[in-house]
């Protein structure tokens, strides 16, 4: 995720005490003009103050069906994202695809730094599920594949939004 968010040129924030199905965030960086003591003009970076939330997951036991990747996700997981109506602060699943064998997760050579295979992403509506249902098979289109391009698209959208919400 931190290649991700640096690609993008967004702030990431990751972790928490505890696990309330938020492993992180992501927001845009806003460059504006500030006065120093001295009344010197400088760029400051900062937070735009539009996140979105993300939980990551990472798994062997997805496939691909046509569009989609189809992923049985723990019924528990599910319903800490699944939502209906339209929250300030979006969540978004990320689903990091990793190949069967163990062996081919990664390539850390002095070629490449690499993880494989990749990262899809998706927003959860819906009811929650009940508890003695272990598993909900998602779909996630293969056109959601996350990186920097989509993810700063997906800020900027969230952006303009809370824009016309508060006027």
């Known amino acids: ?82 939502y209906e109506g339209t929250h300030i602060v979006p969540i978004i699943l990320i689903l990091l695809c990793l190949p069967k064998s163990e062996s081919e997760w990664a390539d850390f050579s002095e070629d490449a730094l690499a993880l494989k295979k990749c990262c899809y992403f998706a927003v959860l509506r819906g009811e929650p599920i009940p508890q003695h249902d272990t598993t909900r098979q998602i779909r996630i289109p293969r056109s959601d594949l996350l990186n920097g391009t989509k993810l700063r698209d997906m800020l900027e959208t969230h952006r303009e939004r809370l824009k016309q919400l508060g006027g």
């Not at 806003?30 to 939330?53: Q, T």
């Not at 997805?62 to 189809?70: P, R, V």
């Open 1 to 82: 995720m931190h290649a991700v968010a640096a690609t993008a040129r967004v702030h990431m924030t990751m972790g928490g005490s505890f696990d309330y199905g938020i492993d992180g965030s992501f927001d845009l960086i806003d460059v504006v003009d500030s006065v120093d003591r001295r009344g010197k003009v400088r760029k400051v970076h900062r937070n735009a103050r539009c996140p979105i939330s993300f939980q990551l997951k990472s798994s062997t036991k997805w496939k691909i069906a046509g569009d989609d990747i189809l992923w049985p996700m723990e019924s528990n997981d599910y319903n800490k994202l699944v």
